[in-house]
DNA sequence: AGGTGTGAAGGATTTCACAGCC
DNA sequence: GGCTGTGAAATCCTTCACACCT
């Protein structure tokens, strides 16, 4: 299991390495950082400590030094972080610092905010395609990109293959997902962003993180409940269910 | 520290308890138990093991067992859990047996995604009041709700108030954002879903749970970009960046 | 055999605390 | 004085492994 055969010397500057073993919840908040330094930017700001950068998310200065230090060496002792470097660099490294052409499986209510939504082109993703199986939606425009519309799934794999697209979303009904999320990863998709309720299993070499809109309530009505816990336990555990 | 002067009795049921310091990642996974476990019912199955359970999901099965200890006794030694009674207890911890009215600032693109997502009514989630600030916008009516309408800003405290809605969306542009949820959280709200891209500071006593969609392409381009990780972090620091 | 519940072990992540630099 | 980078400690979470049940 260990394909490593890393070079055995004992010491040296392979550089701060371990690159590769980086913390999952570091790299998730490594987006924070980015968009909260674009925010300062924006607000005219050139410099930040990590006691500020920390505080406007709720995250220990400590947290966000351990968390940059993984990637290498980006401040300024007594200074601070210089904001639009750092910028910069992270998105180098979070591989925002090109385009991405996404793909969009599913033209519904869900799909056609996504072709709106602003968001995307200032992070670098654009919809570059969009399929769905519904004969009225196939050839409608694509707001985002004029000129291209809403192609039958029969063409997702050509397309995705000439564009050479990489990242799929899917915004399809939960029990069209999984073929959804198999045809896309058939056409040579590496990753997918999947908006529907299911659990998908991946088919081959893809990479699949799912948003469920309804989960995210979820796990706000189980915090913001006034009964405590200890009764909605005890409540089921009575109550002869 | 140590502020539970729980009886001394070094035996017996004073039932599991704890309750109250879950671990996060369990109560976000029983979501997703209970969406699995929501599956396999309507797919017609009655029972089943920890082990099959997790691998739908990508857990192991200890970890599934953990899970659900923490919330009490549900399985059956031998057999493994009844769904249909897992799924009434899991719904009563994540205080979904009922239904939660929420408010939903924002009827743009999102906005009007949200309110014809066919998934919150199913798991109790009723959106039952929609404000917007642009004129053009109030007034249309709600799909999911006949008989009600997109209201003004100005109303949002009261209609809040009357409905005793304790559950907030937002899904405004960033730079309104903050606004919204002071302006929820002073009408009574105690959660709020907030899709805007900007880290929110909650003002009193609100818990903030936030899902940034260009963050969830970003996580993704992160891991499937082809060049390592350490060419990113080397181009950074080389390229006069 | 098959499967849960759970203490104990192991790993991973976060926080502490401080040396070192501006 | 202010602030980063980082080992070491502390905490949190996951996995192991097994008693116990059916």
Redesign the pocket.
Known sequence: MDSSPVSEHPDEQVV?IGFD??????VR?LSLYLRQLENCLAGGQTT??????GAALG???????????YF??????????KIDRLITRIRKILATDRIWDVALVGAGHLGTALMAYRGFAPKGFRIAAVFDVDPAKIGQPIPSLSGRVVQPMAELADTIRRLDIKIGIIAVPADAAQAAADQLTEAGILGILNFAPVALVPKGKVLINSVDLAVQLEQLSYRVCPEPLSERIAAADVAGV
Chains 1, 2 share one sequence.
């Open positions: 701060p073993d980086v913390p999952g919840p570091a908040r930040i400590s990590s006691r500020d950068l995250v220990t200065d400590a947290q966000v030094r351990k968390d940059l230090a290498g060496q980006f401040g300024h002792r007594g200074v601070g972080y």
